[in-house]
DNA sequence: GTGCTTGTTTTCGCCTCTGAACTAAGATGA
DNA sequence: TCATCTTAGTTCAGAGGCGAAAACAAGCAC
């Protein structure tokens, strides 16, 4: 029942280029011979379409490997200069812009703070289009250079060209973001949810990498998920999936600030489990996690039987190979706690699915959102590069 | 990151063949000009495929319309007759074995009575296979006619070729169906979860019908879901996702029976309604769940209350676009109380995906799983028509 | 230098799609 | 009755794509 899609004789070529490129990328220095190998792509093909990105200057000649007795490999490689993606991190108390090379080597990076409460769009929106520009102007690169600009934002992002943002906790409700920004800007625009932007970069460049099936979950001052199925985040419907932390763990429970009762954010999000233990915060709530964690509280033990139910039910549920917990709370619950949460997961799950799952940790730190906002545009660029070029020059 | 799959000319062929036989088949009696405007192929394409699949006798004519002023329009369909596929039902009561022809009409059926805690796997496998030989020859169909048989069990169907059950209701654990099945057929075999074969006939004909991103859940003894994502049944990694029924959503609530506490199946599921409602069944499950909701009790009223909590946690994980209520209990809860399930399953999930559901009652009876069942031959049929034949005959 | 090995490019044949010209089959009206 | 119009479906030539195999390139060993 998957929508039909006809396909002619050119798409075949479009596609076959995108395998060869992404082989290109996750791999690194590679042969024109090894690409046959891993891309199942003939010789000729290869050599022809190779031929053909050398040309764009869309990949670049990386040395050479001597083999015993033979003619030596020519190592290729994707052109980290031959382009350029902006990753933006729109959160409670900043806004981020950063200029990633195709490697996703940060080249520069500017953050604006931004007063609590005071979300104007208008000034959130200036702060990312002044920020691509001193990003740029630091790092030297054209704006010709730049294939796209990806911005992860807090809240609900409706599909479609306008970008239109739900934010509760941002006192947005219809915000058209992707709007406000084309007015000032002609570079491609991705526009989507901070957990998912998250969520992608763990997948592509931390701890998910490889995983097909996964789930990365954002433990923070919000909750939420990346549900990743056959390799891509899935986005349900309206592009809302994933939205984890408002599912229910304690039918008719504690009150969550969405107005709903029993989710699993108003157990294991920061101001729940402080609120649980408490502490009436000074304001730094890393410090304050660090106190709760220390003490002998029952918090503790209870967070961890929470977070347990909620990673089971996603095991129930997902059935995934992989769980990286990541979000600055789920990093510091894990450093010390992740064999209690594997046990709370175990005990609140079916046994197939809970053996086929591991749970992980996030190796990326706080930048994950900008960077993986910025993979919005590599994505873009591996699955259809002439395609991205032509948008970002025209 | 989808895999790298590398396309020949070939493939293309192949996939446009599919293309065009899914919209001959669920369109109906359709031209040959109606097929270019839906398929998005040339006339020219259109025309040499659908000689060769009449060729094959694969299609057939279905008469002509009259146009005002030109040539007649040639309808076109796919031959109800071309295969058979055998869909099959392993129940906790009974083995049902039904012959469907390509339209999904059923041409024959037959049940065998499994005594209760007497589910021996290889008397299941042996009333199987005479059920085949059976609906065949009361069909007057030949072995070589059957394109695949479909097999929906209850647990959870490891993935891979020996078809390993494991059914903690149904004493089974490690069994291989498939296996056992092989021995006594060389006809291509699919064994999936019966809730899941459910959801694949709800989805392709019921009141899933053109949903792309749907859950379909059932309702009975059991209680799980079939999560569809792009038009296709989403498995997992180890093809168990869709344990609804085992989320929590009373961190350790109610005990259920596959040994952990506060699961949905624990509070919606048949016997926890009647244990809730403090009925003790004389056996007819059905009569004693008319009394209970004919009955002014309270548990109706919080059986709805736990049900739209469990919706409401697909709706903001999930997000789909149709939520579909399937079982002989979902149905029956249903028929009275759709309207407070909804207002339930609002008050439990966010605003924004909640607007983009719609939830519908099941209009399939309880022959679903086995016509589901026998879909799972149909879609390998429609995906590579020729491929399926090939392995049909061999 | 001559043979051997391995990597890369070129040549050639086959396949698929599409646009355009062409054929088929009925309606219409003088 | 028959020329003309309209719409449906078929055929053909051309372009683009892939793979097998032959050809070419570039080292090593003796």
């Not at 599909?159 to 239109?164: L, N, R, S, T």
């Not at 995983?211 to 056959?230: H, K």
């Not at 709530?285 to 139910?309: K, N």
């Given at each position: 029942?998957?929508?039909?899609?006809?396909?002619?004789?050119?798409?075949?070529?479009?596609?076959?280029?995108?395998?060869?490129?992404?082989?290109?990328?996750?791999?690194?220095?590679?042969?024109?011979?090894?690409?046959?190998?891993?891309?199942?792509?003939?010789?000729?093909?290869?050599?022809?379409?190779?031929?053909?990105l050398l040309g764009e200057n869309i990949?670049?000649?990386?040395?050479?490997?001597?083999?015993?007795?033979?003619?030596?490999?020519?190592?290729?490689?994707?052109?980290?200069?031959?382009?350029?993606?902006?990753?933006?991190?729109?959160?409670?108390?900043?806004?981020?812009?950063?200029?990633?090379?195709?490697?996703?080597?940060?080249?520069?990076?500017?953050?604006?703070?931004?007063?609590?409460?005071?979300?104007?769009?208008?000034?959130?929106?200036?702060?990312?289009?002044?920020?691509?520009?001193?990003?740029?102007?630091?790092?030297?690169?054209?704006?010709?250079?730049?294939?796209?600009?990806?911005?992860?934002?807090?809240?609900?992002?409706?599909?479609?060209?306008?970008?239109?943002?739900?934010?509760?906790?941002?006192?947005?409700?219809?915000?058209?973001?992707?709007?406000?920004?084309?007015?000032?800007?002609?570079?491609?625009?991705?526009?989507?949810?901070?957990?998912?932007?998250?969520?992608?970069?763990?997948?592509?460049f931390g701890s998910g990498r490889g995983?097909?099936?996964?789930?990365?979950?954002?433990?923070?001052?919000?909750?939420?998920?990346?549900?990743?199925?056959?390799g891509t985040t899935f986005r349900g419907?309206?592009?809302?999936?994933?939205?984890?932390?408002?599912?229910?763990?304690?039918?008719?429970?504690?009150?969550?600030?969405?107005?709903?009762?029993?989710?699993?954010?108003?157990?294991?999000?920061?101001?729940?489990?402080?609120?649980?233990?408490?502490?009436?915060?000074?304001?730094?709530?890393?410090?304050?996690?660090?106190?709760?964690?220390?003490?002998?509280?029952?918090?503790?033990?209870?967070?961890?039987?929470?977070?347990?139910?909620?990673?089971?039910?996603?095991?129930?549920?997902?059935?995934?190979?992989?769980?990286?917990?990541?979000?600055?709370?789920?990093?510091?619950?894990?450093?010390?706690?992740?064999?209690?949460?594997?046990?709370?997961?175990?005990?609140?799950?079916?046994?197939?699915?809970?053996?086929?799952?591991?749970?992980?940790?996030?190796?990326?730190?706080?930048?994950?959102?900008?960077?993986?906002?910025?993979?919005?545009?590599?994505?873009?660029?591996?699955?259809?590069?002439?395609?991205?070029?032509?948008?970002?020059?025209?």
């Open positions: 029942m998957a929508r039909p899609q006809r396909r002619t004789v050119r798409d075949i070529r479009r596609g076959n280029r995108a395998v060869l490129l992404r082989a290109l990328y996750f791999s690194g220095p590679t042969s024109r011979n090894d690409l046959t190998a891993r891309t199942g792509l003939s010789a000729a093909t290869v050599s022809t379409m190779t031929a053909d990949v670049v000649e990386a040395g050479q490997v001597e083999s015993d007795g033979g003619r030596p490999r020519v190592l290729l490689r994707v052109n980290p200069e031959y382009g350029f993606a902006v990753g933006v991190d729109v959160a409670e108390t900043h806004v981020r812009v950063g200029l990633f090379d195709l490697e996703m080597t940060e080249r520069a990076k500017v953050d604006y703070m931004l007063r609590p409460a005071r979300h104007d769009p208008e000034l959130v929106a200036r702060h990312i289009l002044s920020g691509v520009e001193v990003v740029l102007s630091d790092a030297g690169v054209a704006p010709e250079q730049v294939l796209g600009i990806g911005v992860g934002v807090p809240g609900i992002v409706e599909p479609g060209a306008d970008g239109v943002i739900h934010a509760k906790t941002f006192g947005w409700d219809g915000v058209p973001l992707g709007a406000l920004l084309r007015r000032g800007t002609s570079l491609p625009l991705y526009v989507d949810n901070g957990a998912k932007t998250m969520g992608q970069a763990e997948l592509w995983a097909s099936e996964a789930v990365i979950v954002l433990l923070g001052v919000g909750v939420g998920a990346t549900i990743v199925a056959d419907v309206s592009s809302s999936a994933g939205e984890w932390g408002h599912t229910k763990i304690v039918a008719n429970g504690r009150p969550c600030r969405c107005g709903g009762r029993g989710c699993l954010e108003a157990y294991v999000g920061i101001e729940a489990i402080l609120d649980r233990a408490g502490v009436t915060s000074q304001g730094d709530w890393e410090e304050d996690l660090a106190g709760v964690l220390a003490s002998e509280s029952p918090v503790v033990e209870e967070t961890v039987t929470y977070l347990g139910v909620g990673l089971a039910n996603l095991v129930n549920l997902i059935n995934p190979e992989k769980i990286v917990i990541g979000g600055w709370v789920g990093v510091r619950l894990g450093e010390s706690l992740l064999p209690g949460i594997r046990r709370a997961t175990a005990a609140n799950s079916l046994a197939e699915p809970y053996a086929a799952t591991s749970i992980v940790l996030g190796r990326l730190g706080p930048d994950a959102v900008a960077l993986g906002a910025a993979t919005l545009v590599l994505e873009e660029f591996l699955n259809a590069p002439q395609v991205a070029r032509i948008t970002a020059a025209g």
